[in-house]
C-alpha cells in the first residue's frame, strides 16, 4: 500500500456535535460520495442530520458496512470519553474506525487493544504511509492537474471535486486525488501531503499521482499557496511531484490577506500564476493554467458575473464559480491537452 | 529546548572505519570545534587519525568529556555490534552519546536501557525537537546570512563556517545556525530541517534563528537548492523561516547536473539568485545576494583565478574560493548592512 486507503462502504459517526461547522468531513463525504454512505450515527437527538438512513452499529454491520467514519471534529481534536462506547462496539462487530484527529486512534489504549482484539484496522488519515522515497523527477505518463490557491482555505478541494465531476460527466477519464485528511475520507485514499517528513514531500506527490494510461487526468487537490509564510514549502512540494500539465488557481472574492497572517498581503493572481509557472516548469516545463475558480460567497448575487467577467478580461482565462458550473471554455481546452498528449505518446 | 544541543567537551569515537570519507564529521569537528575536541577513539590500530589526543573512555571521562560523538557512518547506517561495548561503556561512564544514524541510538534496546539506568542522555541529531510551531513570518531583530546552492553538496556548510569564522575574526557578532546533521554535531546545536514534518519546516528555520541584537549576525547554513526536484521544499521552508537580509550562492565549478537526478541541469547562478529573491522576498523584501562561493576542487590550480574573475564580471558580486579566503568586499558589504540596520533600529 502506497497511499492511504479505506474499505467502504461507511457509517458517518457523528458524535455528540450539534453545530455544522465542526462536521465538514461527513458533510463532504455525504455531498461527493453519496453512493459509498450507507447510513450516519448520532449520539444525541437534536445531533447534525447528513440526510442519510439513521443506522445503529449492528444494523450497519449487517448492511455490510466496512467502516465508521468519524464526521465530526470534536472540541480538543481528541476523542472524547463519551463516544468510546460506540466505536468499541463498531471495534467489535469488525468495522474499520477512519479518522483524522491530532491524538491518533493508533494511541489510544482501549482502542487500539479493542482493535487488535477484533482484527481489525484503525485508520489515522493524518499519518503518512512507510516507506515514502524522495522524488525522482522522473515524468510519468498520463496528465495532472492541480488546483493552487492565493491562500489556504480558498476552495481547493472543492474545485478539484467539481472538476472531476465535471470532467467525467463530459466523459474524461479523470480522478480527483486527496492531499489532506478531509479530501482522504471523501475520496477513500490519498496521501497527507502536510505530515510528510521534509526530505519526502515531493516523493508523496509523486506516490499520490502514479503513471497511468495517456489521456488519464488526476485532479489533485492543492494545499496552502506558494507565497504563504507558513506553508509554502508544502505547497512547492506538492507542485513538483505532481508534475502537473494544467493547473487552477482557487481565490476567495474580496479576501486581502492571508488568513491568519494578516501582516501578509495576497499575492494578485497573476503573480500566482506566474510563480506557479516557474518552479512546475522545473519538472512540468509544459505546465500552464488553465483557469481561475473563485469563492464567491463574500458576493451578493448579482455581484458575482461582473466579478467573474472583469477578472476573465484582466487574465484571459476561463474564471468560474465552481459552485455554479465548470466552464465549457476550460472543458475544451483539458480536451485539447488529451488529445496532444495521447497522439505524441502513440507516436513516440 | 527549542532546538538539539549537545554537551562538550567530547570524544570522537571513530569505530573501526578505515576509510577518511567516511569520517567526515569527525573530520569536521576537528578541523571547526578542536576545542571542544579533547581526544579521538578508535577500534582498529589502523583505523583514522583526526589529530586527536587517543582517549579510552576511563580516560575521556576523568579528564572532563561529556559526550562520546560517533564521528563515523557506518556500512548501512545502524550501530554495528563490534560498536557496542565501548558505547555501553562510554554510558556507564555517565557520557552523552551523539549519532546521526539512520536507526536512532533511541530504539536500541540494549543501549537505552544502559542510559536510563545511568541516568544520561542519547541524542540522535536527526531527530527533530518537539512542539515546533508554524511559521509566524514575523520579523525578528538581529541579521541572518543564509547559504544556498546550486545544487546539494556543493559546499554550503562548509561556506558558512568559513564565513562565520572571518567574519568573527573581522570583529562580527556572528554565529553559525547548523540546519543538519553534520553542522549540528560540529557546533554543538541545530535543526535536522530535512527531518521535519512538512508543515513545520519554516517554523522550525524561525527556532533555528531566533530574534537577536540589532548587530547580530546568524550565519545560516543551507540545505538543497530550490530547483531541486526532491528537495525544493525543504530549500524553500528553510528560506523563508529563516528570513535572510543576505545570502551567498554556493556552487561547484564543473558541475552541470544536479548530482543524482541527471535529466536536470543545474540553474545558472544568476537564475539562482533571481529565484532566490522572488521567494525570499516574502519574507524579507530587502534580500539580497552578497556573494558566490565555489568549490574549486575540480579545477586545476591556475585555473581559479580566471574561473573566479570571469564568473564576478558576469555577475557583478564578490566570487570567491572559502577554502582560500572570505574577500574583503563581501565583509565590507555585510558591515554596511550592520551599520544601517543597528542604525534603523536605534531611531525606531
Redesign the interface.
Known sequence: MKVIELTPPYLIFLGDVKDPTYAKTGAGLAQWRPEQCLGQLSLVDDGIDLGLPTLSIAEAAEQGVRSLIIGTASIGGGIPDSWLPTLLQAVEAGLEIVAGVHSTLASHPLLSAAARAAGTRLVDVRVPPAGIP?????KRSGLRLLTVGTDCAVGKKYTALALERAMCEAGFNARFRASGQTGIMITGEGMP???????F???AAELLSPANSPDHWDVVEGQGCL?H??????S??LL?GSQPDAFVVCHEAGRTHISG?E??PLAPIAEVIE?TV??GA??NPTIRCVGISVNTSRLAADEIPDYLQELEAELGLPCFDPLREIPQALLDSLQAMTVTTTAKEATS
Do not use: E
Open positions: 524522495v522524488a525522482t523527477g522522473k501531503i502536510d505530515s510528510v517528513v521534509a526530505d514531500i515531493s516523493g507565497t509564510p507558513g506553508y509554502a514549502a508544502v512547492t512540494g513538483l497572517w501582516d501578509f510563480r516557474a518552479v522545473i519538472t
